[in-house]
């Protein structure tokens, strides 16, 4: 199975920062991609799945850029409850298994 | 609706010992996943279920892993003579199907500890 690779951070941002994290994918026929938060002691859940025009959801923005094999995830004006770890998720082509990344680290400080 | 239930949700167990880990998926999910988080780890993909096909079992670490699902819903994991390696966060999750880009939801998770 293919890598997906994360910046692990943390990331140490102040309230109301803009913050981006990148995550790239070693295989070319990735079909789906998705990003999760996952808090401490807790269980992954969805944040927003990543299309090829790119979506928006309130502060966030996820980005796909298949040319350079990476995802993007932009977060504007940093909430403390923004705080948790970010995973990137891709399935390739062909598979009906999602590969999670190791995740990146996000801390919103006051 | 219920979503993905897991049981234990904590359990110790002595090294050597046995230990089964319970699934049950949102209803109506074709698909099962189990997948393994050790501490400060990412997760680490175990066995896959959809349908009554053939479970894709590439990810299981050993042969001390195995498992089952009964009737298309409730899923087993079972680990036999644990040992402290073994010692994580086993996370079940479930899917309506498995075309590309459908969203995997996870359960809360069993805590298994090795001593």
């Known amino acids: 199975r293919k890598e997906v690779e994360q910046d692990p951070g943390p990331f140490n941002v102040p309230e109301g920062a803009t913050v981006a994290f990148n995550c790239t994918y070693s295989?070319?026929?990735?079909?789906?991609f998705f990003w999760y938060r996952q808090d401490c002691r807790k269980e992954p859940k969805l944040l927003m799945s990543?299309?090829?025009s790119g979506n928006e959801d309130g502060r966030f923005t996820a980005q796909l850029n298949r040319a350079s094999q990476y995802i993007s995830l932009l977060i504007r004006d940093s909430k403390l409850s923004d705080s948790a770890t970010y995973l990137c998720v891709v399935t390739e082509g062909g598979s009906y298994i999602p590969t999670f990344g190791r995740g990146t680290s996000l801390i919103v400080h006051p | 609706g219920a979503g993905v239930s897991q049981s234990p949700s904590n359990k110790v167990t002595e090294k050597g010992k046995d230990v089964e880990l319970r699934c049950d998926p949102i209803s109506g999910h074709t698909a099962l996943y189990w997948y393994r988080q050790s501490l400060g780890q990412g997760l680490e993909f175990l066995i896959y279920?959809?349908?009554?096909?053939?479970?894709?079992k590439s990810g299981l670490p050993s042969d001390r892993f195995s498992a089952e699902r009964t009737g298309g819903s409730v899923s087993t994991l079972t680990i036999q003579r644990t040992q402290q390696e073994d010692s994580a966060v086993y996370l079940c999750a479930s899917s309506s199907s498995t075309g590309a880009g459908n969203t995997i939801y996870f359960g809360e998770g069993s805590w298994l500890t090795v001593v």
């Open positions: 279920f959809q349908g009554n096909s053939a479970p894709d």
């Open positions: 295989n070319s026929a990735s079909q789906s």
């Open positions: 990543v299309y090829s």
